[in-house]
């Protein structure tokens, strides 16, 4: 009786098959993590794929007991043998709702998924204006092209309204889209006083020191040289001013980095984490933030994460990143290194209490607009409805 009980509940599930590009450290991959992570288990499977390798997410995912099957396609070599395995194993496990994240993973599931006879496909979005020229030939026809099969997945969904409006100029399905913000979790995502005097121990820094992070991969999306251009002046006008960063290829390996260091006077100045799993650890440690994206942001996790520790943030006005902020922290226009070092100095020439004000008032909008528990809410309503259409 227990058994065929169990067996019951197992069938009534709605089972959502996703599939993207890798699962390593990145916002969207982090952004399906906390998805199916947070997602009510007695009402919905997940199940995760990965085109290439599982990743440090995928074991992650894994280890919470979540089924992750990685293609393992080599980067940017599509094989026809790894697509035929994507869709016997969509043919296999039979989802209600296959959900793809990134611009190959929304081309390769489209056409894995209708081969396959899958109801309902959604597609996922997460970026906006991208300089495809930095990218590779083979990224540039795939959005080309995926703005041509637009009329075709059920639901498009963008995570920024940037991302939205950029993605329709370049043709895609304008009725077909829905915007859904990035979710925070703000319990997790916390100030901790202990923990950043332990930051600061871990690294070497003065407890009294004015710390200034960057948290991305080494892209040219990121824009490196304006935010190493914008140290050089925070580093001449706030003399107690650090620079710690922290993302894949952020190290001591780099010699773009090294480079960039040594042209703006920082030798003393920085600090390279290089990639770094506990990130929130790193948070709670800074006075600020800098973004100095150029092109491509949607909604920035980084930010958002930052605000929800009480860090206020200093942007470039690319994808919604000002949105994010809002008036709680400064905004520049993208390129800006002296605006973005403007703000910095700001921030820095604040009394303690105000400072801290601001970052409590940059929590507070996280929670009350972008926590976790509401977007996961969201998108299990959009697989519900879209499983209910499909019975």
């Known amino acids: 009786m227990l058994l065929w009980r169990l067996k019951e509940m197992e069938l009534n599930k709605i089972k959502v098959l996703h599939i993207i590009t890798e699962l390593n450290i990145g916002g969207a991959e982090r952004m399906l993590e906390k998805l199916v992570l947070g997602m009510d288990r007695e009402k919905f499977e997940n199940i995760v794929i990965s085109m ?71 597609w996922g979005l997460r970026c906006s204006d991208m300089e ?19 009329r075709l997945p059920d639901l498009i969904l ?11 100029g370049l043709g895609y399905s304008t009725p077909k889209m829905k915007m859904v913000p990035n979710g925070f979790d703000t ?33 040219p999306q990121k824009d490196f040289e304006t935010f190493f251009r914008a140290a050089g002046i925070i580093a001449q006008k706030v003399e107690s001013a650090v620079f710690v960063l922290a993302g894949k290829g952020v190290d001591d390996s780099n010699k773009e980095i090294k480079q960039m260091i040594s042209n703006n006077a920082l030798a003393d100045n920085v600090i390279l984490l290089g990639s770094r799993e506990n990130i929130e650890k ?3 440690g800074l006075d600020c933030l800098i973004l100095s994206s150029v092109f ?30 809002d008036d709680f922290g400064f905004v520049a226009r993208p390129r800006d290194f002296a605006g973005l070092a403007e703000g910095v100095e700001k921030l820095s020439q604040m009394g303690i209490e105000q400072r801290q004000k601001i970052g409590v008032a940059a929590r507070k909008r996280i ?10 809410d969201i998108y299990q309503d959009i697989y519900t409805k879209l499983a209910d259409l499909s019975l």
């Open 52 to 122: 290439t390798d599982t990743g440090p997410l995928g074991l992650n995912i894994k280890n919470k007991g979540l089924e992750v099957i990685a293609l393992d396609m080599d980067f940017g070599k599509p094989s026809f043998f790894k697509f035929l395995k994507l869709i016997n194993i969509i043919k296999k496990k039979k989802p209600d709702v296959v959900q793809t994240w990134l611009y190959h993973a929304d081309l390769m599931g489209l056409m894995a998924g209708k081969m396959a006879m899958v109801r309902k496909i959604v």
């Open 132 to 150: 495809f020229e930095n990218y590779g030939f083979l990224t540039g026809m795939t959005v080309k092209l995926n703005a041509r099969l637009s």
């Open 158 to 168: 963008v995570n920024s309204e940037k991302g939205r409006q950029v993605h329709q």
């Open 187 to 219: 319990n997790f995502f916390r100030p901790d006083a202990l923990e950043k005097k332990a930051f600061r121990q871990e690294i070497g820094v003065d407890q009294n020191a004015f710390i200034v992070g960057h948290v991305a991969r080494f892209d």
């Open 282 to 284: 790193l948070y709670v």
């Open 296 to 325: 491509g942001e949607g909604f920035s996790n980084t930010i958002a994460e930052a605000m929800s520790c009480c860090v206020p943030c200093v942007v470039t006005d690319v994808g919604d990143s000002a949105y994010i902020v």
């Open 367 to 376: 929670k009350d607009n972008f926590s976790l528990e509401k977007i996961v």
